[in-house]
């Protein structure tokens, strides 16, 4: 049994949004007999096209459940909303999971949607444009735009150990991610970490990748729901994984059929937006506990955290 006890911060700060954030999607009682609506919060981001495909297809709707996917403009924006209670379950990293769970904000993460286990890439290192191909470990010590106990910077610390260990990462803090590509096709730091598809707009730019996340399987995505959830709404949670499960599924088979949907709701730069290669989205999968608890440890080094926090205090599984 893996047990940290470590210090707590991140959920404070998304605590101040409360009062201050416009959500969409406030959770209030349903008429008697009437179905409950589910409020998922979503981001506009590649990783959730699987449930913007389920919602636009209908696929929710012929499980029987009625899903409202919130949109909120920042991942603090979500946290804050889930901390709040103002939606009942959201799409994200397991970094945020974790970090709630520690914060006593009951929460468990049910089913992975996206990693990058094949040959399609999710993130990426990249040096500015005229500085060619420098080590990761060279860039790394120069320095990466990035942002401090995020999903961008584990990725950056497990592709460091992997790839140049011992080097020294030299964090560039750039909390919002479309800021970085100006500040790296200016060449005014040295390299930044992205997300797609934004590392193939910066290449189209000049910049080139020095190390990405291809077939390494490090930053999976998942589905979270609070934990009152589950134990209230255990049925319509799988309802809503087999839909997205269609949903993936469908991706995989028609990919060019979603891409309207892709454009319509991921943050897809216009120059893309007919040529992106839509990803590869695999069967739904319970969280690998080697990742969750990988991802818990780092956590605990880093000093986010308050609380210890066991593999069923994290997961939920039997739900697929």
């Not at 946290?79 to 709040?84: C, H, L, N, R, T």
């Not at 500015?128 to 420098?134: E, F, H, L, Q, V």
Request: proline share 7%; with cysteine; hydrophobic share 50%.
């Amino acid at each position: 049994m893996h047990k940290i006890k470590v210090k707590c911060n991140r959920l404070a700060a998304a605590a101040l949004l409360l009062v201050a954030v416009p959500v969409l999607g406030i959770v209030q009682p349903s008429p008697a007999g009437a179905i409950e609506t589910i409020s998922f919060g979503v981001l506009p981001v590649i990783q959730a096209l699987p449930l913007f495909v389920a919602k636009e297809e209908g696929f929710f709707a012929a499980e029987g459940i009625d899903v409202e996917l919130v949109p909120f403009r920042s991942s603090l924006e979500k946290d804050a909303a889930m901390a709040a209670g103002r939606i009942q379950g959201y799409f994200g990293d397991m970094l945020t999971s974790i970090i709630m769970d520690a914060n006593q904000i009951p929460v468990r993460m049910v089913a992975t949607v996206y990693n990058a286990t094949g040959k399609q890439r999710m993130f990426a290192v990249l040096a500015a444009p005229g500085t060619g191909k420098p080590s990761l470990a060279k860039l790394a010590e120069e320095g990466i735009a990035g942002a401090s106990n995020t999903i961008i910077e584990y990725f950056i610390a497990k592709i460091l150990a992997n790839e140049a260990p011992g080097a020294r990462l030299n964090m560039i803090e750039a909390k919002s991610i479309p800021s970085r590509i100006p500040i790296l096709l200016a060449g005014k730091v040295p390299g930044a970490a992205l997300p797609e598809p934004l590392v193939t707009l910066a290449e189209m730019k000049g910049a080139t990748v020095v190390a990405d996340d291809r077939g390494k399987g490090i930053a999976p995505t998942v589905l979270t729901f609070t934990y009152k959830f589950l134990l209230d709404r255990r049925v319509d949670t799988v309802k809503f994984l087999r839909a997205t499960a269609r949903a993936s599924s469908l991706i995989s088979k028609e990919p060019e059929a979603v891409r309207p949907i892709m454009i319509k709701h991921a943050r897809v730069p216009e120059l893309l937006q007919d040529s992106f290669a839509i990803p590869v989205f695999g069967p739904l999968t319970t969280p690998e506990r080697s990742l969750v608890m990988d991802t818990y440890k780092w956590l605990g080094k880093k000093g986010v955290l308050n609380s210890e926090l066991t593999w069923s205090e994290m997961v939920q599984e039997g739900l697929l």
